[in-house]
């Protein structure tokens, strides 16, 4: 064996390397210098994360593939990894001060070893040529999770949310497998390009199945509608970090992963199949998330809806199967995970300061904590799409990318989701106007919320300033997608 | 010359406005005034340095070898990227007229910031309430008037338009608890708004037919051998033209298209630059602290207009009746201003209107500038009267400024006889007079000498009737002096200690300033500016009898002013006496704000706006209400899915699936 070729996963080396020097601290270390483990994990995160901006790509500045072509890396998926460190940056420094509560404390070590494995997962869903190694990625980032939401042992909503979701899980993986048996049946192989090749000329009731449950497959981590049905009441009843975790980064990942497996192995069956097959799923999954948001009361569930919406808009970028609709994906992506994680700092503030989560608690929240209830408002600007916060920006490439295609279907599909960001405006707003409209008593106390929130709020806060701002960062977006490489993903 | 230092020069007053507004409430207040002083120093020496560069460097980019003065581009960032030919850039663009402003701006600014430390407080020391927000703003202000003169595009052009507008609404309503100043500022906005409706269009109407925003691209063409280097061409201007013949329909309306885009384009110019009949908020925008009557609604942003027509001017010289109605505009809008202001009472709204009708001079000047006549003499003067004018009416609002703050009132009636008690406000206010009344060797006598030979060498009409301007405005300034520091004796209120003179902060600024109002007269200002960028020797157009002309007028005219004003008599009052619907007309400056008031409350609120709002209620409202019940009844229907049963959800799943599949083999196959 080859054994250079594990050089081409660099990434993933250095996030195992991390991975190792946090369990081993959590191992040796002293008790009192334990409670530096969140802060240990971020920073160690954020270099991996720096170094990969830094040093182009980690190297990685052509297509690569190793392993028997089981294993792919290029420029645009070392900067989708990225993105996906910068989320998960944020989301360890949030999770410091929870993680450090009292009841925590035995678990911490366990907690961060798990999200890390997770996103090693996520690593290989990218990656994956194969879907063996899909698999094992899709498991590696779905079973953890499941523990991870049941992380608050005492509390009893946290249980239901790990028993549903996992429950859900095993389901949806059944369905996908189910459909991966198909293709494989009709295929042959399990090679992204050997299926892709071997279908052609293929156009069976068999493969559309087949293709329907690959989708609902993964649609369940995305939580597309009808396949959503879970996310809800996990999100209410896991930890907030978590939740935050699952919106965020879990999402953007699954994201990149779909249009992978779409594009590389039934590339093919693009305008006959499955751009049908999305095409009804966004609008379902924009059109339910919004109608679901407009009646929660419970920040976090209401957090869930507009995800699934969010989810739907994202979708949008690889209907638009062009190199600009990419661009417009990984900036959304980047966008959302700012714009949701600063949504998520401040519930995750409040929550574990007072034990809120109730939209009517947040009345009037401008009068006691005006900065927290400032950073809210810019997260729901941003993610309703307000200019000049980067969820304008991100929201007007994507349907820049959507429109490129130029067909009437996608003319109406850009209008129903241009109709939908009104109704999301009006519940986005509802948040607004609870904090600075509604003069009631505020039930929170006016606090001081803890040092490693505050950092994670103000990152986010100046991504959603300067993100849509500062245009060379969707510019060298662009520029990377364009590269010769994705087009020859596309064409095949 | 690297792009780090323009870079620095627009960075550091947009990070001083976000520093200071986000950290200022908590600084003390003398700490925030100077941190924003400092900044503004720092901008002030850079800018300083980058013009000293353009000029006198010699460098390749910025002076050709025949020496015409050129046009570099320091930096122009792709900002928002549409489709191939439609983009918005940000940059920063030097040439004479880009750079002459960056000086004028960051000179009239910090002195500004300077004076405000003194002037923001009271007698006993105590700032006032905002301190901090006061200095964010002004900050903010002079961000976006740097973005404004330095744009490479007209798009960024009409993004900083626009933000000095907002840094002006916030300033005039400074003290927001005053209900004038809170309805002058939205005054002021709207009224500039509805300006630049028209510059919008114009520039929509501009760029549709071009197919470019970039200045370089409608006016200029590059320099061989050179990136980012480009002269002043009137092929290009030409070129332009013909776009517009060539097309099908190139006339609308009587007046061709191009006509109309350039009018339109003038339209936002009139706005902010106060023209007749868009001039009816700038008297009111006194209503703000008087500092920043001196930086906003005197020295820069009202000359605003004027540096858009002057930037744009080879495309204004294709269409000559674009250049008339600006001549007539600014002719009408001087004289207008002037009478106005002979019979004003509070001393702000007489600076105000001498403010119109200067700016109204600057705009005949480029109106009648043409280069078949001493090779557009008038762009030049126009160019140098803003830049006195900036340097002597920010000195008499400074100087204003200092007698509001010791008297407390804003009417001379309260004044009178102050020059004993003020020496320093009086000598340098005096300064200004005789600068902006034209006595030589003041610097206001050779900037409007050049404007008044350019008329001259125009049409007759023209030069006589801005000679009679000039004379109201040596006429009016005058009076203004002599009803303040003469008349009578000051009476000093019981209780009240004499007036006095103001600390340094506040004395040196007037003391600079009336020292550049002394000696700009004599730069060689044709040498660095001129349409073209060729150097241009004023000496050789110099025309003695127009100077010994407007001389005569001004000195007859202060001689009246003497004469009535020195000291307390009858004379003002017979006047009025004998004219006194004239008097009566012009004091309450000929009915303008009622006439608007007429119009929009009678005519547009109720003839329009009724209309509007029963439809906007009924049927867009209507809609609307039906829109958000669907939606909630949509969403009661589908409740039942959230049932919080795994069982159920995973039915629905599996259902999901199937139908995804079934539904695809159904409409494909």
């Known amino acids: 064996m080859d054994y250079a070729q594990f050089l081409a996963m660099k990434q993933e080396i250095a996030l195992l390397v991390v991975f190792l020097i946090v369990f081993l601290y959590d191992l040796f270390m002293p008790e009192r210098s334990r409670r530096a483990l969140p802060a240990v994990s971020a920073v160690l995160m954020l270099i991996v994360t720096a170094a990969g901006f830094f040093c182009d790509y980690f190297g990685v500045s052509a297509p690569t593939e190793a392993f028997a072509g089981m294993y792919a890396t290029s420029p645009v998926i070392a900067t989708i990894k990225n993105i996906l460190n910068i989320g998960m940056v944020i989301v360890l420094i949030q999770s410091a001060k929870w993680a450090n509560s009292e009841g925590m404390v035995m678990r911490r070590g366990e907690f961060y070893e798990l999200i890390l494995v997770t996103l090693f997962g996520m690593y290989l869903m990218i990656s994956a040529r194969h879907f063996l190694v899909f698999v094992i990625g899709l498991e590696c980032a779905s079973l953890p999770l499941a523990a991870m939401v049941a992380f608050d042992k005492s509390r009893y909503e946290s249980h239901e949310a790990a028993i549903k979701y996992i429950l859900t899980a095993v389901f949806s993986s059944a369905i996908f497998l189910m459909g991966l048996s198909f293709v494989y049946g009709l295929a042959g192989s399990l090679y992204f390009d050997n299926i892709y090749m071997a279908l052609m000329g293929h156009n069976t009731k068999m493969l559309v199945v087949a293709l329907a449950f690959v989708i609902a497959g993964i649609g369940f981590k995305l939580s597309l509608v009808p396949f959503h049905l879970w996310t809800a009441d996990t999100y209410q009843g896991a930890p907030t970090s978590v939740t935050a975790y699952l919106s965020v980064i879990s999402k953007g990942a699954t994201a990149f992963a779909f249009l992978t497996v779409l594009a590389q192995a039934f590339g093919l069956f693009y305008s006959q199949v499955w751009e049908w097959m999305l095409y009804a799923l966004i609008i379902l999954t924009i059109t339910v998330g919004n109608l679901f948001a407009i009646r929660q009361r419970n920040m976090k569930r209401f957090l869930a809806f507009s995800s699934i919406s969010q989810a739907g808009y994202i979708m949008l970028g690889i209907i638009a199967y062009n190199a600009l609709g990419v661009a417009a994906m990984m900036f959304y992506i980047l966008v959302y995970i700012f714009s949701n994680l600063a949504a998520f700092g401040v519930i995750g503030a409040i929550e574990n300061a007072t034990g809120r989560v109730s939209m009517d608690d947040y009345n009037g929240l401008y009068k006691t904590n005006p900065r927290l209830a400032f950073t809210m408002m810019l997260a729901m600007f941003s993610l309703a799409g307000i200019p000049p916060f980067a969820g304008f920006f991100s929201k007007f490439f994507i349907f820049t990318g959507a429109l490129q295609a130029a067909s009437p279907a996608m003319y109406v599909l850009v209008l129903i989701a241009l109709i939908n960001t009104i109704v999301s405006l009006y519940y986005y707003l509802l948040v607004v106007k609870a904090m600075f409209i509604k003069d009631d008593e505020c039930v929170i106390a006016p606090f001081r919320s803890a040092c490693s929130e505050r950092i994670g709020m103000w990152i986010a806060v100046a991504g959603i300033i300067f993100l849509g701002l500062v245009s060379p960062i969707y510019d060298s977006l662009i520029a990377i997608a364009q590269s010769s490489e994705l087009s020859s993903f596309f064409l095949k | ?669």
């Open chain 2, 1 to 669: 010359m690297s792009p780090v230092i323009p870079v620095i020069i627009l960075a550091l007053p947009l990070f001083m406005f976000i520093f200071l507004g986000l950290c200022g409430s908590k600084m003390k207040h003398p700490v925030a005034g100077f941190l924003g002083t400092l900044g503004l120093g720092v901008v002030m020496v850079l800018s300083y340095y980058t013009a000293f560069t353009y000029f006198f460097s010699g460098a390749p980019e910025f002076i050709s070898a025949a020496g015409e003065r050129l046009q570099c581009v320091m930096f122009d960032q792709t900002w928002l990227q549409f489709t191939d030919t439609l983009y918005i850039s940000l940059g920063f663009f030097l040439d004479p007229i880009s750079a002459m402003m960056l000086v004028v701006i960051t000179t009239v600014s910090f002195m500004v910031h300077l004076y405000s430390l003194g002037y923001m407080r009271d007698h006993h020391g105590v700032y006032e309430i905002g301190f901090q927000r006061f200095y964010a703003f002004l900050s903010l202000f002079t961000f976006s008037m740097l973005g404004l003169v330095v744009a490479t595009n007209i798009f960024q052009m009409y993004i900083f338009w626009e933000l000095v507008g907002v840094s002006s609404y916030l300033l005039i309503g400074f003290y927001y608890r005053k209900p004038s100043a809170v309805s002058a500022s939205k005054k002021a906005f709207i009224v500039t708004r509805f300006a630049d409706l028209g510059f919008l269009i114009g520039i929509l109407i501009l760029s549709f037919y071009t197919g470019t925003f970039d200045f370089t691209l409608l006016t200029s063409a590059p320099v061989e051998g050179m990136s980012g280097v480009y002269h002043v061409d009137i092929n290009t201007a030409e070129g332009i033209l013909s776009t517009f013949t060539s097309h099908p329909a190139p006339v609308f309306m009587g007046a061709s298209v191009l006509t109309w885009a350039l009018v339109l384009i003038f339209m936002g110019g009139m706005g902010k630059s106060a023209m007749m009949p868009l001039h009816i908020w700038l008297p009111d925008a006194m209503e703000g602290p008087t500092p920043v009557s001196a930086l906003i609604h005197a020295a820069t942003m009202v000359v605003a207009g004027v540096y858009l027509v002057a930037r744009l001017f080879p495309l204004f010289l294709m269409e000559e009746s674009a250049l008339v109605i600006v001549t007539v505009v600014g002719a009408l809008t001087a004289f207008y201003a002037a009478v106005v202001a002979c019979t004003q009472i509070d001393i702000k709204r007489v600076l105000a209107f001498s403010t119109i009708s200067q700016i109204a001079f600057m705009m005949v000047a480029l109106g009648v500038a043409r280069p078949e006549h001493h090779e557009s003499l008038g762009y030049m003067a126009s160019m140098f009267h803003l830049f006195t004018h900036a340097m002597f009416k920010a000195l008499l609002f400074l100087g204003a400024g200092a007698l509001i703050h010791a008297i407390g009132s804003n009417d001379y009636t309260a004044m009178h006889g102050l020059r004993k008690h003020m020496p320093i406000t009086h000598w340098t206010f005096l300064i200004g007079c005789l600068a902006i009344a034209g006595i030589i060797p003041f610097s206001g006598f050779f900037s409007k000498d050049e404007i008044l030979s350019a008329c001259g060498s125009y049409s007759t009409l023209v030069y006589i009737w801005m000679s009679l301007v000039a004379g109201l405005t040596a006429f009016y300034m005058f009076r203004l002096y002599y009803l303040i520091f003469w008349w009578k004796e000051h009476e000093i209120p019981a209780g009240h200690h004499a007036p006095h003179d103001q600390p340094w902060t506040m004395s040196l600024p007037l003391i600079i300033l009336a020292a550049i109002s002394c000696v700009a007269g004599f730069i060689p200002f044709g040498k660095l500016v001129s349409w073209n960028g060729e150097p241009y020797d004023f000496m050789a157009h110099f025309d003695w009898g127009v100077a010994s002309v407007s001389l005569a007028v001004a000195v007859a005219a202060i001689a009246l002013a003497t004469v009535m004003y020195r000291k307390e008599n009858a004379l003002p009052a017979k006047f009025k006496n004998a004219l006194p619907n004239l008097w009566k007309w012009a004091h309450l400056r000929f009915y303008w704000d009622e006439l608007y008031m007429f119009i929009t409350h009678k005519i547009i609120f109720n003839g329009v706006c009724r209309a509007l709002a029963w439809f906007d209620r009924h049927i867009i409202d209507g809609t609307m209400d039906a829109f958000a019940a669907i939606t909630h009844k949509a969403s009661d229907v589908i409740k039942p899915m959230q049932s919080g049963q795994v069982q159920m959800y995973t039915w629905l799943y599996v259902i999901g699936a199937l139908l995804l599949g079934g539904i695809t083999i159904l409409c494909l196959m």
